[in-house]
């Protein structure tokens, strides 16, 4: 069975520290990962989609990595408005078009 | 600008009471999708539509319906509302791999 785990479940930054949110996943054949910011009370905001081990995608502050076994979120100097729920989601070769969903990462970036 | 649009953005129904969510798109997407995401828990999907192809998810409630009149919309049906139910829920459309979504209704059941 298809299962993505993030970690951590909370974080809290001060702003520009640096750090990293990880997405484990395990799935028989990836057809693609993906990352996306949630806001309180609103819908998933689209990210990057990473579809093979070694891969990166960049966006502003952002960059996301794939291995085999995991995905990673780097954020580089966080401002307070980077802080959101992170959600991480798998598409599996078999799966048709369904996204497997981790439970996400809360970030909290203070002034 | 918007893209999917769902209407209203909070619904508050009572116990029993059927209700109906409106999910629309502007982007001409023949993927159209239903999930229920409930307090700090993942999105779950309930179905999706490839074009007029219904798929349901083994583990939806048989109290969860859809329609997709056309490819702009797409209605999620909710016909005895329990309040295990309250929840967001969220619709998104592809025509690929990546999922786009709505705002969500926030739907409360009283």
């Known amino acids: 069975e298809d299962q993505v785990t993030q970690s951590p479940e909370a974080l809290r930054l001060q702003e520009g520290e640096s750090s990293s949110l990880n997405c484990s996943y395990t799935?028989?054949?990836?057809?693609?990962l993906f990352w996306y910011r949630q806001d309180p009370g609103k819908g998933p905001e689209f990210l990057f989609t990473l579809y093979s081990a070694g891969e990166e995608k960049e966006k502003e502050r952002l960059k996301a990595t794939l291995t085999k076994k995991e995905s990673f979120l780097h954020i580089t100097a966080p401002k307070p408005e980077d802080s959101a729920t992170y959600l991480c989601a798998v598409q599996a070769l078999d799966s048709g078009y369904a996204l497997n969903f981790g439970k996400g990462t809360s970030l909290l970036v203070t002034p | 600008d918007a893209m999917v649009i769902q209407n209203p953005r909070y619904q508050v129904t009572q116990f029993g009471k059927p209700v109906t969510l409106s999910c629309s798109q502007t982007?001409?997407?023949?993927?159209m999708y239903w999930y229920q995401q409930k307090s700090s828990q993942a999105p779950k999907l309930l179905f999706h539509y490839y074009d007029k192809d219904f798929n349901n998810e083994a583990d939806t409630p048989d109290n969860f319906q859809s329609r997709r009149p056309n490819t702009s919309f797409c209605f999620l049906d909710i016909r005895s509302p329990g309040l295990g139910d309250a929840a967001m829920y969220l619709c998104?459309?592809?025509?690929?791999?990546?999922?786009?979504f709505g705002p969500g209704t926030r739907l409360t059941v009283l």
């Open positions: 982007l001409n997407h023949n993927v």
């Open positions: 998104a459309t592809s025509s690929a791999d990546t999922q786009y």
């Open positions: 799935v028989s054949g990836l057809r693609g």
